[in-house]
């Protein structure tokens, strides 16, 4: 068995057998804890606790987005950004839009393998450290809000993050559980259901999504123990509770640099009890925690802790009782995911109190970061590089000299700047194409001494370019327009000329200016389009920006003109990214409005008044049928003057020699049967039936044929026939 394994062994079975809970035994000692020396120690940490955020899960998501607010201290930063895809390849999402928002000018690493990244950001502020090779868009809003607004147009926001001071970040995308659960075992909080909606909140945790190491140090307090005769040494470890109490493992590295083999170091965790500890030590340590820890080499065997004070001077007591002569570092820390602990030496020999105050180790001025500076804008016939002194000497580096290619053009040294400009026809200037070039040489002191580095610089020559939009009312895009009629599309495209093959337009914004008695009427924000009445279009086969926008216009009076107003950025090909300022420019157009009321209907018009129309009357129909199916057709007073009469019911057919009757002289129709004691019916005579054939002798009553009036005495029967005269239903035999 290897050496090393037999040194994590010898550490288990000394944390199993011979520690027992020494709160009973800490002296109370006093230590005065005071800031170290930087040399004797440094602590870096990981956490994914945020000031101002939220995740959300997105299921099945095609286009995942992230926005994240970064807050500089410094005028000029670096960052490291990686983003990690997901382990299940089936969960991990076809693109990833990414917001990147700084206050301070940034140098930016960014690690993205294998991932489709679309980056969003102010090209003015973040400077890429290498050519990235993604797509970027330019982000011209500041106000926060507006920027997630803008976010979820792209797509349903998966987390948002404000962050202060980073100095790295690693940001996991997709939703995938089973590596939740396999990240809980190496230190990762464990899997939690997340919200559908992510709406951002203070002081949230934001789980195996994204996790961060600070800038600013951790601060490392120490102290001498007197009394004791041995020479041991204790790092005590103490991380403060987060805003919810979720199971969580830290991981603990520890590196020290001994050269006994003897149990020379203490090391003492306390935290909250949710939190578990994975140990990686390279060196034999006594160990004290709360909660439950294990080692990395036999990480599934759990060993329980003790229950610690959770004050500073209490776990000084316990580091007293383990016989330790120096509490070599103390740190607090928030909930963190990772805490690295690297000490130079633990010889065991007594050392000097600790210095009272921090010192700084020197800085070095990165060659990098101020070659990213160096970008030249063309204006005028003129091609100027500005460098800020206070960025530079924040950077910790002190120019020399500046110069372009001719060593003769010299920058001119101000209060506040140095400036480096030349007219396109001096200083081995290169103008083709519209594009202008020169190198740059910079002279700067450095640590090891004076250093140099040069590099080539672009700009566009806008002078000799000319942008345009136009309005179209196709979208063949055939012949612009200057008139637009209200309730009319319109197709709008904007154009340089002449082309330049290096350059790409970029839509950023455009609006509608209807007067000063009017807002102005957003079209394209962000470059998204604003309502449901704008569609941003495929662009031209010479890749000029278009969209299509509804005129609709809601005030009285009617305007009769507007201003079409496009910001547009002009970039250049991404070999030329870092060496050049992107180009900023404002097009508009006038445009006339026509209302339709002057010269008759526009056809959406005639389309809408046809279906109106058509639905009107079909409803209309519809109700008058409605109305003739559910209405009866018997009059509410039977017997009435037009109201229709049930044919005569007899019990058995009448012959016409019955009736004493040819019968050609008996008009069919209904007739009332009574007896003769009824007395007259009072009802009105019934209609008389047209017969199909005339009657010989006119129509022949009932009367005539011997059939009796029903008594006018008898009550009335609701089930009598058709006439409604009173008295019950009865057959009659006719003499």
Request: charged residues 15%.
């Amino acid at each position: 068995m290897p050496r090393s394994s037999l040194l994590l062994v010898l550490v288990l079975l000394l944390a199993i057998c011979n520690l027992s809970p020494t709160a009973g035994l800490a002296e109370k000692v006093h230590c005065d804890l005071q800031p170290v020396d930087p040399k004797r120690g440094e602590v870096t940490y990981t956490t994914s606790q945020v000031p101002h955020g939220c995740v959300a899960q997105i299921p099945d998501a095609v286009l995942e987005v992230h926005v994240l607010f970064l807050e500089f201290s410094t005028e000029v930063a670096q960052l490291e950004l990686t983003l990690q895809a997901s382990k299940n390849n089936g969960s991990q999402p076809q693109e990833v839009f990414l917001v990147l928002v700084v206050n301070k000018t940034t140098l930016l690493q960014l690690q993205a393998p294998g991932i489709q990244l679309h980056l969003a950001y102010n090209p003015s502020l973040i400077i890429f450290k290498e050519p990235s090779g993604v797509n970027v868009t330019q982000l011209s809003l500041s106000v926060n809000s507006q920027i997630l607004e803008w976010a979820a147009t792209k797509g349903p926001i998966s987390s948002v993050a404000t962050l202060e001071d980073p100095s790295s970040i690693l940001l996991r995308l997709g939703q995938d559980k089973e590596s939740e659960s396999s990240d809980h075992s190496q230190g990762q909080p464990a899997a939690r259901k997340l919200p559908y909606f992510c709406l951002p909140e203070d002081h949230q945790d934001m789980g195996r999504t994204l996790e961060w190491q600070p800038r600013v140090p951790v601060p490392i307090l120490g102290c001498r123990l007197g009394g004791v005769t041995g020479h041991k040494e204790a790092h005590i470890l103490r991380i403060l509770p987060g805003p919810k109490a979720e199971p969580r493992t830290v991981t603990v590295k520890v590196e020290l640099n001994c050269t006994s083999r003897g149990l020379d170091a203490i090391l003492i965790l306390q935290g909250p009890p949710y939190v578990s500890w994975l140990i990686d030590a390279n060196h034999n340590m006594q160990i004290l925690t709360t909660g439950e820890y294990s080692f990395k080499i036999f990480s599934k065997k759990n060993i329980h802790g003790f229950v610690l004070p959770d004050t500073p001077q209490g776990l000084v007591g316990e580091a007293r009782a383990l016989n330790a002569s120096l509490v070599a570092s103390f740190v607090e820390l928030p909930l963190a995911s990772t805490v690295s602990l690297r000490a130079p030496s633990c010889s065991g020999e007594p050392q000097t109190s600790p210095a009272p105050v921090m010192t700084t180790p020197p800085e070095r001025c990165d060659p990098d970061l101020l070659r990213s500076l160096i970008r030249p804008k063309c204006t005028n016939g003129v091609m100027t590089l500005v460098l800020r002194k206070d960025h530079l000497q924040t950077m910790h580096c002190t120019i020399v000299g500046l110069t372009f290619w001719d060593p003769h053009c010299q920058a001119e040294d101000s209060s506040d700047h140095f400036i480096l400009s030349s007219t396109y026809s001096r200083c081995a200037m290169q103008v083709t194409k519209h594009v202008v070039s020169n190198e740059v040489f910079l002279n700067y002191l450095s640590t090891s001494g004076p250093s140099s580095l040069k590099k080539m610089v672009y700009c566009i020559d806008e002078d000799s370019l000319s942008f345009q939009v136009d309005l179209y009312l196709s979208p063949k895009f055939l012949q612009a327009s200057s008139t637009i009629e209200l309730g009319q599309q319109g197709f709008v495209q904007v154009s340089m000329h002449p082309e330049i093959p290096e350059a790409a337009l970029q839509l950023l914004s455009c609006y509608l200016d209807l007067g000063p008695e009017a807002d102005k009427v957003e079209l394209i924000q962000g470059q998204a389009a604003k309502g449901s009445c704008v569609n941003l279009l495929s662009p031209s086969p010479s890749g000029d920006p278009r969209f299509s926008f509804l005129l609709r216009v809601y005030m009285v009076p009617t305007p009769r003109a507007a201003a079409l107003t496009c910001n547009i950025a002009i970039h250049l090909g991404a070999r030329m990214k870092d060496a050049y300022e992107p180009v900023f420019k404002l097009v508009s157009k006038h445009l006339n409005i026509i209302s339709p009321a002057g010269k008759g209907l526009v056809l959406p018009a005639v389309l809408g008044i046809t279906f109106g129309a058509f639905l009107i009357g079909a409803l209309l129909t519809a109700a008058l049928w409605y109305i003739y199916s559910h209405t009866p057709w018997r009059s509410a007073h039977p017997g009435a003057l037009g109201a229709p009469q049930p044919a005569l019911a007899l019990p058995e057919s009448l012959s016409s020699h019955q009736l004493g009757t040819t019968g050609h002289e008996l008009a069919p129709g209904p007739q009332c049967l009574h007896s003769p004691a009824d007395g007259e019916c009072p009802l009105h005579p019934p209609l008389p039936s047209a017969s199909r054939r005339p009657a010989a002798s006119g129509d022949i009553s009932l009367e005539r044929l011997g059939v009796p009036q029903p008594h006018s005495t008898e009550p009335s029967n609701p089930g009598s026939l058709g006439c409604g005269c009173p008295g019950a239903q009865r057959e009659r035999l006719l003499p």
